[in-house]
Every structure is written in C-alpha cells, then in structure tokens.
C-alpha cells in the first residue's frame, strides 16, 4: 500500500479510495482477453480444440461479470426514477 498523501493524513485509505474515480484497466484488459478468446473459438479446427476454447470463454465471462459486480457496474443497483423538479426540489433549489 503506498503510503497517503498529505491531503490524506487523517483519512483512512478505503475514504480516501471513495473519492476517487474506480481504475478500470483491468476491467479492459478482461474484456479483450474476453474477445481474443471468442475470436479464438470462432477460428477452432476441431471439436476438442472448440470444447477446451468453449471453457475459456466461459470462465473469461464469469471473470468479467465478477469485475462488473467488484467495481458496482453489473446493473445491479437499482436507481429511482425522479424527475428534474424532484431533484431540484431535493437539493432545495
């Protein structure tokens, strides 16, 4: 762990971590990985060479879902529905 900043001397790293944006490179790199292997299954010569890439594939599809699910972007969240006024009204304006 690199040691805090001098803004961040009396926060924990976990609230300093929330006040930054969430780093998604490995986010990409899973999903190219995830390409490459489906491009990969499209171009197998055999059945066996279809059935080993069939199980990469999968498993580089569960490794991305659970990605999504670490960083909070698996649409799992459910956001109300509000209208402009609501807000506003909300933010007392």
Not at 37 to 52: F, I, K, W
Not at 59 to 71: H, I, N, P, T, V
Not at 80 to 85: F, G, H, L, N, V
């Amino acid at each position: 762990m690199f040691p805090p900043s001098v803004g961040d001397q009396h926060q924990s790293p976990g609230v300093a971590n929330r006040n930054q944006s969430a780093d998604t490179s490995h986010l990409v790199a899973l999903h190219e990985r995830l390409l490459r292997e489906r491009a990969r299954l499209a171009t197998a010569g055999s059945e066996e060479e279809r059935a080993v890439r069939q199980v990469w594939v999968a498993q580089a599809e569960r490794e991305l879902e659970g990605e999504l699910k670490f960083l909070g972007m698996d649409g799992g969240t459910e956001v109300a529905e509000i209208s402009d006024d609501d807000v506003l009204a909300e933010l007392g304006k």
